[in-house]
């Protein structure tokens, strides 16, 4: 498949390059985010890589799965793998330090989200989807990662339940989605769609925005435990 | 891939017509399942419509992803999108009204597993799959969705203990099967083995019927509860 | 895509007969454990069924979809199939025996781990993998279907914290990757592959060989338990 719009990109930075810088960011953070989950629920050196890598990858592996780009890049591209393993590896032996700043991880993973939702409408729109699935793909991509690590620990995915996270994907990914359609430039787009997200979701943190629940009587249960993790 | 068998059809309903309309009737009927179990676990509305869209189309994406039809339907046609969200919204909305029809619910429950596995089964018959193949992937097509919903909520999945959910929908899946080796009208056998499906669930709900379990001896544990919850 | 390196094999035995044996021995072996441990949680005949197709098949599935060799192997051929359900049904009938020899389905796990292993990575190989990656397929390959056992019944995945059980897994894909690359013999190096993963999975169950934990010290605690039920 030819991607489309590549006529709108600037000569120094295409869209493959653009994806590429934004994927491998975003890899690094969301690999510290499985890695410190992996140690808090004690896994050993190695079950702590595995989470590093399926945190960072699985939305992008996802994504491509269901677009049809196989092999996945970040199984065919060693520089995920060394990206994950490196952010694994840095909280294995220094958690104590990645987890002080626990918080300062949170804001990097509202980053890692921007950049993977902007990202990941990108790869879909020059598959040629519709704008409509590129921005839901956008949103896969940024919080697929965050799905599988909670999955694989047996908890009830935060994704589902954070402040605006999913939420912000979305939103990053549509400013994208209508910067393409408008012709605008990819790099501006993808700055913006990515700052948007970011401080969206930047904002919700701070002020503990939520989205309403059904029925509204709240109940501190242990199921929202996993949120309040997070949190702290 | 050329759909074998499509001469078989009547001009005025096609194979795909019928995949067609099976699923959308399918996916809103899962994707409500999907939307009450997370009102009940109290996920937020977006946490709610992911469920509905992932209770929907988990089955179909996972049988379209095996076979090779990718980009999968749920993923290329923007209606299972609109479907499922439409269900998704009416359950947040109206969920006390949809949980006093909760028995109504199993029955549509039923009904949706006939049709899905119905639609999966012709799906991958006209991908070349062989018949056993074939109808295995129409019971993958009819229980994937509630795999993923349980997965998603840290349940063990209920349709791997309910009373004969996959059976049901592995024979409704075999009558396809058999129908066209027999060439008989796709029209026909496609109602036949939804309507077998339906009964086959419909009197082990009534009855409890139950498959075997290893030893016997059945002692209530917390872990039948699933099975408990969904019949209430 | 056409398999590189087909040209290292002997006339006797060609790399996908060699692929098709380890498949179906290892197949074998997952599928007990997947039939046991669904035994042990109490599901009737089909889940028991379901969870020995998938620690059975899920790795497998996981490498093809990832490599594109789609329909999957384990979908497309019957003899995956039969070969599950004859596990599980042996297990469901005779779970009393096969518990009594559960210390030796850990040492027949260990045998299927290391057929899985090497048998993954010769098929990443023969579809143009890079070393490195074909590794981590053998791996995937190995400890797949456990994974998805353990999601199912919503267990943190044992593979993430049993002794040695991944690495030894990447130990003997390493043995086959470097052989390939020396050019040695197909069959030769597939031998030494398994059986260094084995004997490196083996002493580590001997020795309760364990990887170092962040932080280190060990308390006991309730998310343990999965890696103790299985030295059962």
Chains 1, 2, 3 share one sequence.
């Not at 690999?31 to 890589?49: E, K, Q, T, Y």
């Not at 104590?96 to 879909?124: C, E, Q, S, W, Y």
């Not at 990515?194 to 401080?199: Q, Y």
């Not at 939520?210 to 501190?220: D, I, R, S, T, Y």
Request: hydrophobic share 55%.
């Amino acid at each position: 498949m030819e991607p489309v719009g590549i006529t709108l990109v600037k000569k120094e930075l295409t869209v493959d390059h653009l994806v590429l810088i934004l994927d491998l960011v975003g890899t690094f953070v969301f690999a510290l985010s499985g890695a410190m989950a992996a140690v808090r629920r004690r896994l050993d050196l190695f079950g702590v890589l595995v989470l590093s890598f399926a945190a960072a990858t699985f939305g992008g592996i996802t994504r491509d799965l269901l677009i049809g780009a196989v092999p996945p890049a970040a199984i065919n591209d060693w520089r995920y793998l060394a990206v994950s393993l490196l952010a694994g590896i840095i909280t294995f032996f220094r958690h104590p330090t990645v987890n002080r700043l626990a918080t300062r991880v949170l804001i990097f993973d509202a980053a890692g989200l921007g950049l993977f939702a902007v990202a990941g409408t990108h790869k879909a729109l020059s598959y040629g989807l519709n704008p409509v699935m590129a921005a839901l793909f956008g949103m896969v991509t940024g919080i697929g990662g965050g799905v599988a690590r909670d999955v694989l620990l047996t908890e009830i995915p935060v994704v589902l339940r954070a402040e605006l996270y999913a939420l912000a994907a979305l939103a990053g990914a549509t400013v994208v989605v209508c910067g393409a359609a408008l012709q605008f430039p990819s790099a501006l787009v993808s700055v913006v769609g990515a700052a948007f997200c970011f401080g969206l979701r930047y904002m919700a943190i701070r002020n503990s925005w939520k989205l309403p629940v059904a029925g509204g009587h709240e109940e501190p249960t242990e199921e929202t435990q996993g949120t309040r993790d997070v949190k702290k």
